[in-house]
């Protein structure tokens, strides 16, 4: 349930609206959009009667029901505006949003060496990117695949991280992790596999940093939502959610179905930032650019990208990685269609 201030209410009677609804054993939340401020209310609302509640102070336009079982991740939870997500980075902060430019996540799908980590950190920042990518604990098919450098490659993302500017993004795969990945990380990663996880989830949603929430290869978009739920409701209220592909019936010419779709549907479910993984989402490094491409068109807020100076002699996922060189062109291609629908920043548009 929401409650919709009017405008101009003094912050007095909010505060004692939210001591009102704690007494009642509701946990209100207080959500200060553009022109007004709406009133969550996140518990046993089920007896509550709208019109009544609305008679308990003149300063209330409006009580209404939040219909979807992802109370906070709805978009009517905030009334219909979409959120901001501020990311800190080494050169400031970073907005994921709606009405934002297009953020640029790359990278390789593991961190190999520091040389390699570094090379491409320093290739994609120049091409525009905002975010490096890169695994240091890697969640694989087969147990006899490479996993990663696992702690020691979490200090060659902090090199990359102080030598380009980037902001790292990288997967935490166990809750014991989460205190020292942080330490690196500006954005936690929640990769496909864990996002039913809901005890990492919990966990993950317990501190501060920023986290990117895959969809899982079999998910329904409201399963998903209802993980973004799980970290929200521990208090961590900067979610992204990440489109990967989703697993269906052809496996023969792209490894996943890039679900594109998602960008229309979840901007009426959601106020949360959306990303597109085109990589996952194709699995063959040629159909990336047409993938991203279309992203931008259909209203993505960020693409993550994998990058690798040499993808025939990557550890993990070269088929589906661009050169820094094809980055780079890719980013210019990009750069006309993010113009075109008012979503690119500028100095990024002289790439």
């Not at 450098?149 to 902090?158: F, N, P, Y």
């Not at 050169?323 to 920043?345: D, H, Q, S, Y």
């Given at each position: 349930?929401?409650?919709?201030?009017?405008?101009?209410?003094?912050?007095?009677e909010i505060d004692r609206l939210n001591q009102e609804m704690s007494s009642r054993g509701l946990t209100p939340e207080t959500i200060f959009g553009r022109y007004?401020?709406?009133?969550?209310?996140?518990?046993?609302?089920?007896?509550?009667?709208?019109?009544?509640?609305?008679?308990?102070?003149?300063?209330?336009?409006?009580?209404?029901?939040?219909?979807?079982?992802?109370?906070?991740?709805?978009?009517?939870?905030?009334?219909?505006?979409?959120?901001?997500?501020?990311?800190?980075?080494?050169?400031?902060?970073?907005?994921?949003?709606?009405?934002?430019?297009?953020v640029t996540i790359a990278g390789p799908c593991s961190v190999e060496s520091e040389e390699m980590i570094v090379e491409t950190a320093l290739r994609v920042k120049?091409?525009?990117?905002?975010?490096?990518?890169?695994?240091?604990?890697?969640?694989?098919?087969?147990?006899?695949?490479?996993?990663?450098?696992?702690?020691?490659?979490?200090?060659?993302?902090?090199?990359?991280?102080?030598?380009?500017?980037?902001?790292?993004?990288?997967?935490?795969?166990?809750?014991?992790?989460?205190?020292?990945?942080?330490?690196?990380a500006d954005v936690l990663q929640v990769g496909a596999r864990n996002m039913q996880n809901f005890a990492l989830l919990k966990k993950i949603g317990a501190q501060?940093?920023?986290?990117?929430?895959?969809?899982?290869?079999?998910?329904?978009?409201?399963?998903?939502?209802?993980?973004?739920?799980?970290?929200?409701?521990?208090?961590?209220?900067?979610?992204?959610?990440?489109?990967?592909?989703?697993?269906?019936?052809?496996?023969?010419?792209?490894?996943?179905?890039?679900?594109?779709?998602?960008?229309?549907?979840?901007?009426?479910?959601?106020?949360?930032?959306?990303?597109?993984?085109?990589?996952?989402?194709?699995?063959?490094?040629?159909?990336?650019?047409?993938?991203?491409?279309?992203?931008?068109?259909?209203?993505?807020?960020?693409?993550?990208?994998?990058?690798?100076?040499?993808?025939?002699?990557?550890?993990?996922?070269?088929?589906?990685?661009?050169?820094?060189?094809?980055?780079?062109?890719?980013?210019?291609?990009?750069?006309?269609?993010?113009?075109?629908?008012?979503?690119?920043?500028?100095?990024?548009?002289?790439?």
């Open positions: 349930m929401i409650i919709v201030m009017k405008v101009g209410t003094p912050q007095e007004k401020v709406v009133i969550g209310l996140v518990g046993d609302t089920a007896e509550l009667d709208p019109l009544q509640l609305q008679e308990i102070s003149p300063w209330i336009e409006q009580v209404l029901r939040v219909e979807e079982p992802f109370k906070r991740a709805s978009r009517q939870f905030r009334h219909g505006e979409p959120s901001d997500i501020s990311v800190t980075t080494p050169e400031g902060p970073v907005l994921f949003g709606e009405h934002q430019p297009v120049a091409a525009g990117a905002k975010f490096l990518r890169g695994g240091a604990y890697k969640p694989r098919t087969s147990p006899y695949a490479f996993q990663g450098h696992g702690e020691s490659a979490l200090g060659l993302l902090a090199s990359a991280r102080e030598q380009s500017g980037l902001g790292i993004i990288t997967e935490v795969m166990d809750a014991d992790d989460i205190e020292k990945i942080a330490e690196v501060d940093k920023p986290v990117l929430l895959k969809r899982g290869i079999s998910a329904t978009i409201e399963e998903w939502l209802m993980a973004a739920e799980y970290i929200l409701a521990a208090g961590n209220p900067n979610v992204i959610l990440c489109e990967r592909g989703i697993r269906t019936f052809d496996r023969r010419y792209t490894r996943n179905t890039l679900d594109l779709s998602v960008l229309p549907v979840l901007r009426t479910l959601t106020h949360l930032p959306i990303t597109i993984d085109p990589s996952h989402g194709t699995g063959w490094a040629p159909l990336v650019p047409a993938m991203a491409k279309a992203a931008i068109a259909g209203g993505t807020d960020a693409l993550m990208i994998e990058v690798h100076p040499n993808p025939q002699k990557a550890l993990s996922d070269g088929a589906q990685s661009l050169t820094p060189k094809e980055f780079e062109t890719l980013m210019g291609e990009l750069a006309v269609i993010g113009n075109a629908v008012g979503r690119w920043e500028k100095e990024a548009a002289l790439v």
